[in-house]
Nanobody, 116 residues
């Protein structure tokens, strides 16, 4: 059973950067497509970025293109989200997600707050 645990969230000023990490245990992550989602207060959860098993294909929400970068280290069973030039509207709980053969796995989320 795959388990995902996020870390790296926190409070950052507008224009700042954060790097989120997602540690996978229980299974080898290299078979899974992965993604980051986020959910702001009062809003639905939305996709931020996703990557195929070898990160040969990545996609980003229009709102984060050019600012966020998804990456993965399959040898370490890790997924990352580098977030630059953060804006107040990026404030949300960020969730790590993995999928294999239609089975979905979610982390517990990490809070990112962008505020001066």
């Amino acid at each position: 059973q795959l388990r995902l645990v996020e870390s790296g969230g926190g409070l950052v000023q507008p224009g700042g950067s954060l790097r989120l990490s997602c540690a996978a245990t229980g299974s080898s992550l290299d078979r899974y497509a992965v993604a980051w989602f986020r959910q702001a207060p009062g809003k639905e959860r939305e996709g931020v970025s996703c990557a195929t098993t070898r990160s040969d294909v990545t996609n980003y929400a229009d709102s984060v293109k050019g600012r966020f970068t998804i990456s993965r280290d399959n040898a370490k069973n890790m997924v990352y989200l580098q977030m630059n030039t953060l804006k107040p509207e990026d404030t949300a709980v960020y969730y790590c997600y993995a999928v294999l053969y239609g089975r979905n796995y979610w982390g517990q989320g990490t809070q990112v707050t962008v505020s001066s």
